[in-house]
């Protein structure tokens, strides 16, 4: 008999996650010459990495800590030797290909927070063509590597036969074997 599933997603870390998710995906499509809504959603976004960022130092959970899973290159390594021979890569958190993404992302939302200050409160750049491609250009890497993330979500959940995204809702994930 299997035991029962353990708590994997503090709150936090659930919340901030669908916070972020929901923000970028509306102001992604919704970005009418950067109207309010757009703006303040931004900001809240980038405020939320602040305290995601904070939490990884201090959160309660081990999961939450930048140490358990932090993508140094021996970890990158490791995982990415497994992928290539086929090999099952299974850990109770974040894989180290996915700490990478998940960074990646954190970044890219980031910086569209101040490329977006740049256009909207910096008179020296205020509608300057080359900072609104570049705003464009981060949000659509930012696209492209959510597209990966949740590919990849689902892809392990095939393999694992395990709900990732579940995880990230109910915060419970199937012990290792
Ligand atoms: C749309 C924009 C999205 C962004 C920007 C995003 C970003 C992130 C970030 C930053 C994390 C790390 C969470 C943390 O430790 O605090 C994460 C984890 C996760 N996300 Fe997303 N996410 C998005 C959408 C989704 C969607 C739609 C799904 C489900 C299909 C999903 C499934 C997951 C799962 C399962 C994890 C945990 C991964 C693991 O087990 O290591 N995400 N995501
Ligand atoms: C999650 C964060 C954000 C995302 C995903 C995002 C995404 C986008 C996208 C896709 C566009 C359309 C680009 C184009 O086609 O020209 C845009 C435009 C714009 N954004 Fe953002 N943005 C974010 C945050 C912000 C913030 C924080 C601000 C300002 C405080 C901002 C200000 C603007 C402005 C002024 C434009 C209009 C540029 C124009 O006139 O075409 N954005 N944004």
């Known amino acids: 008999m299997r035991a029962a599933n353990t708590t994997l997603w503090d709150p936090l870390v ?10 970028f995906i509306a102001n992604y499509f919704f970005n009418e ?3 309010d809504w757009h703006q303040w959603l931004g ?7 602040v305290v995601r960022s904070l939490w990884g130092f201090m959160g309660g959970k081990g999961a ?11 970890r990158l390594a490791v995982h990415t030797k497994a ?3 086929g ?5 109770m958190g974040h894989s180290p290909l996915g700490a990478l993404v998940m960074l990646l992302m954190m970044l890219g939302i980031f910086l569209l927070g101040v490329t977006g200050y740049m256009l909207e409160e910096v008179d020296y750049f205020w509608g300057e063509q080359w900072v609104e491609d570049v705003h464009e250009w981060i949000a659509n890497s930012v696209m492209a590597l959510v597209v990966v993330h949740v590919s990849a979500a689902l892809f392990e959940s095939y393999r694992l036969k395990e709900n990732l995204p579940l995880s990230m809702i109910t915060g419970k994930r199937r012990p290792l074997d």
């Open 87 to 91: 090999e099952a890569y299974h850990r």
């Open 33 to 35: 010459a950067g109207d």
């Open 64 to 74: 939450a800590r930048w140490a358990d899973f932090f993508p140094t290159p021996a």
């Open 14 to 23: 659930r919340l901030f996650h669908w916070s972020i998710a929901l923000i």
């Open 43 to 49: 900001y809240v976004a980038v405020a939320w990495l």
């Open 83 to 85: 992928l290539l021979r």
